[in-house]
């Protein structure tokens, strides 16, 4: 079975993510994600996203690393050139993966802000943008977001192609992952009514392009910790905490999404998620976890992780 973990909301110093992140390989999990774009958190230490994903990519040697892109932090042409070279280094243990963004505080940056619409589709023709520049081709684009002029990339990936995962929730976003998705990161707790909601707007989507949904590959991100007492109302607080964009889902659904408790019962609940929602990479989120308690976790699931 694939698993994978997230270390994520900047908990670890780059030392201890990187001791973190090669426990896993060694345990055997198949991806880990770390934090991705953004400009300010209240952190003791914000590290940018693309530079630590490439470090620990040239400081493992199996595991693939996966963190967020959001276009508004990036020239196409430049996201373009960039995902392509880390391709060429470090072949498929680079993921690609992106969204829409969701933190106003970008503007501090300077960075282009808008409403969900406009974020949903400048990210859409990001995405056709870079589909084009990986293909070699000189692209001249005039759009709303991207404006490009006979740009090129050199090399190109194998094929012309990167997979792209796109992670979303809402049916204009879930268009998008119809149109240029090879996975789908499900952007909910497992709450199988709100997965199975999303995964009925992406099959009409796909339907309007001729699209099978099956051909899209779906992970999901599952709250896990071990060792606590699943009735222990500050589990909820702490999910809370480190995902403030799920506050329309309440405590009783919630409830359905955490999984706590023992080994066996921690394990046995990723399985039914697993099986129940047809997720190909469950990922067990640590997000806020300690070290500690985070290695833990690992060599709990490493029989799960080393299962094929």
Do not use: Y
Not at 140 to 146: C, K, P
């Amino acid at each position: 079975m694939k698993l994978g973990v997230a270390f994520g909301a900047h908990t670890h110093p780059f030392e201890t993510l990187l001791e973190l992140v090669r426990h896993a390989e060694a345990l055997g999990f198949d991806l880990a994600w770390v934090d991705g774009d953004v400009s300010m958190m209240r952190r003791p230490e914000v590290l940018d996203g693309w530079t630590v994903t490439t470090a620990l990519l040239a400081r493992s040697e199996r595991i693939a690393i996966a963190s967020l892109r959001l276009p508004h932090h990036w020239n196409a042409a430049r996201l373009a050139q960039a995902a392509a070279t880390a391709h060429r280094l470090f072949g498929e243990r680079f993921r690609f993966v992106c969204s829409a963004g969701a933190q106003p505080v970008d503007r501090r940056f300077g960075l282009d802000w808008g409403g969900p619409a406009e974020r949903v589709a400048r990210l859409d023709e990001t995405l056709e943008a870079l589909r084009a520049l990986w293909r070699g081709e000189p692209v001249t684009h005039q759009g709303r977001f991207v404006q490009l002029d006979g740009a090129r990339i050199q090399a190109t990936p194998p094929g012309g192609r990167l997979r792209i995962e796109i992670a979303g929730r809402g049916r204009r976003l879930l268009e998008v992952v119809a149109a240029h998705a090879d996975g789908w990161d499900v952007n909910w707790p497992p709450i199988r009514a709100r997965v199975e909601q999303a995964a009925a707007w992406l099959a009409e989507a796909c339907a309007r392009r001729g699209r099978d949904p099956a051909s899209i590959s779906r992970s999901l991100w599952i709250f896990t910790r071990l060792d606590r007492d699943p009735e222990d109302p500050a589990l909820e607080r702490e999910f809370r905490s480190g995902n403030p964009w799920f506050e329309e889902v309440s405590s009783e659904e919630l409830r359905e999404g955490l999984v706590a408790g023992d080994a066996a019962r921690c394990t046995r609940r990723v399985i039914e998620i697993h099986q129940a929602l047809d997720i190909d990479l469950p990922i067990l989120d640590l997000t806020g976890l300690g070290a500690s308690a985070s290695r833990r976790t690992l060599e709990a699931f490493a029989p799960l992780a080393q299962r094929r």
